[in-house]
């Protein structure tokens, strides 16, 4: 890890200083220091596999920055330094995950207004064409009594293309417990449906205390994903209204013809009055 900080620190001399390595999770993850305006920012990294890849990451980058939501992290900067890709965001607040490790389950209003603002900015980001590929309570930041998005990774024009993998192109390839049945399999076109089952995959997660899915590893998790319902919240927690049971079952769907078309449209039928169904 030393030594990647070292390559690092030379790679980027001038622009930013490395402290050190806090997470790696498909990227690594660091605290830097941004030597031009004098703040802490969170370092995005990975090694680009191809200059295929590289020249798309760079593209995708250009169009992520032009996002500007109060519930979406910005992006400061993006490049290609020496051997590394990476990006830059603000060093701002904590992950749902780490409250999700203090708290396990979160009372249903709270749980429920996350939802709501991620929902928000999934459903701006699909308006401009941009789809996040990898929504779990990592990539969620909490900060003042607002949810902030962060890792937006796929365009609409980036998604993988007939033989191609999203690793080949310097693309985040999502995480188990969130993943859609549609990316499980690597079969049908991976849109903003799979972005809601992910979005209701956290939620269940802040309600239950754990995802729909787990086991022992990501191959069973994801045989879970593709071939099992989930445990119906209500025998796992009993103040969740049935509005809220209704809707999960709908974004959590294994078709996505069957869940609704925006991440929008899933918190809205959250609310006791809402109608549930795919919009």
């Known amino acids: 890890m030393t030594n990647q900080v070292e390559r690092l620190n030379q790679a980027l001399a001038g622009r930013y200083r490395v402290a050190r390595q806090v997470a790696r999770d498909g990227w690594m993850v660091y605290l830097a220091h941004d030597l ?34 109060p519930h979406i992290l910005p992006l400061l900067d993006s ?26 389950q979160l009372p249903v209003h709270d749980a429920l207004q996350i939802t709501r603002q991620v929902a928000e900015a999934l459903t701006y980001a699909q308006s401009h064409g941009v789809v996040h590929g990898d929504i779990k309570p990592e ?6 009594g607002h949810a902030r998005v962060a890792d937006f990774g796929w365009t609409a024009q980036s998604l993988p293309a007939a ?5 080949a192109l310097g693309l985040s390839i999502g995480t188990p417990e969130y993943m859609s049945p549609e990316r499980a399999t690597g079969a049908g076109d991976v849109g903003h449906r799979s972005d809601v089952y992910s979005l209701a995959a956290v939620l269940y997660e802040m309600l239950i205390g754990t995802p729909p899915f787990v086991a022992s590893d990501a191959r069973a998790v994801l045989a879970r994903v593709i071939g099992e319902i989930p445990t119906p919240v209500h025998r796992l927690r009993s103040d969740v209204p049935a509005a809220v049971e209704a809707a999960l079952s709908c974004a959590l769907a294994k078709l996505p013809a069957d869940r609704f078309a925006t991440a929008l449209a899933f918190a809205e039928a959250l609310e006791p009055d809402g109608t549930v169904g795919p919009l």
């Open 163 to 167: 033989g191609e993998t999203p690793t």
């Open 79 to 104: 490049g290609h330094a020496g051997e590394f890709l990476y990006y830059v965001v603000p060093h701002r607040g904590g992950s749902l995950r780490d409250r999700l490790r203090r708290e396990k």
């Open 36 to 69: 031009q305006h004098h703040r802490e920012v969170w370092l995005f990294v990975t090694v680009p596999a191809s200059a295929v890849g590289a020249e798309r990451f760079l593209r995708e980058m250009a169009l992520i920055a032009r996002l500007d939501h």
């Open 139 to 144: 990539n969620i930041l909490l900060a003042g």
